[in-house]
């Protein structure tokens, strides 16, 4: 299994909303990412967790709070977003953090109306 | 920030003609990843080539590594008209856990 699933696929919510977005690996990986894509761009690293710890934090806003429940789940919680912040979000992992392939989801996009 | 700069920025050949695509970046790196993604959607591992390799193949697909002028190169041999996508550079920063992504290059292989 090399896959790394994402839910919800889309995802339209207003500013004054809280949602979350889900990852999730079964392929035993300890580093996880979040990046941000906006169209035509490449994707922008947010977050690496490492073995369930924020390793990296790109001076994301406050809005978007990451969150490792366990080795295989990764959250992205939403919570007052502005329209600018409408994207794909996709999710990532990799045996460890950089040394090896990271695998992505699909993404979920994300419209902030 | 940019870490990697690629060229062309797009790219239209017909199918049968082979597809070069060329990865700049600035700073030491471990080892440089390339992936396609098809129309926004989740990006697909093609090929990693670490700091201390030259060359790497995979099926139709050649990567080369210069770390004295950091640059790569993908060359997709006998393209078909299911390579078009968008293709993009990825390295890691050296001394931190960064995957940072080059601007990519489009690609369309009419058939």
């Known amino acids: 299994d090399t896959e790394v699933t994402q839910t919800p696929k889309h995802l339209v919510m207003g500013m004054t909303n809280k949602k979350s977005l889900k990852c999730e690996q079964h392929?035993?990986?300890?580093?996880m990412y979040w990046y941000k894509q906006k169209a035509k761009k490449p994707p922008e690293l947010m977050f690496v967790?490492?073995?369930?710890?924020?390793?990296i934090n790109e001076s994301v806003p406050s809005r978007f709070s990451p969150e490792c429940p366990n080795s295989s789940l990764l959250n992205l919680h939403l919570h007052a977003l502005q329209p600018e912040d409408s994207a794909l979000y996709l999710c990532?992992?990799?045996?460890?953090?950089?040394?090896?392939?990271?695998?992505f989801g699909q993404g979920t996009r994300l419209t902030v109306v | 920030s940019q870490q990697g700069e690629e060229d062309p920025q797009a790219l239209s050949i017909q199918e049968g003609e082979n597809a070069t695509m060329n990865c700049s970046y600035k700073t030491s790196i471990n080892n440089l990843q390339w992936y396609r993604q098809n129309s926004g959607r989740g990006l697909v591992h093609l090929i990693l080539?670490?700091?201390?390799?030259r060359e790497k193949h995979s099926g139709r697909l050649r990567v080369t590594l210069d770390t004295s002028k950091k640059s790569s190169s993908l060359l997709i041999t006998a393209s078909r008209a299911a390579d078009t996508a968008s293709y993009f550079c990825?390295?890691?920063?050296?001394?931190?856990?960064?995957?940072?992504f080059g601007t990519g290059t489009r690609l369309k292989v009419l058939a």
């Open positions: 080539i670490r700091s201390n390799e």
């Open positions: 990532a992992s990799s045996q460890e953090a950089l040394r090896t392939e990271a695998f």
């Open positions: 392929m035993g990986h300890r580093a």
């Open positions: 967790y490492s073995y369930e710890k924020l390793s």
């Open positions: 990825a390295t890691d920063i050296s001394g931190t856990y960064k995957y940072i």
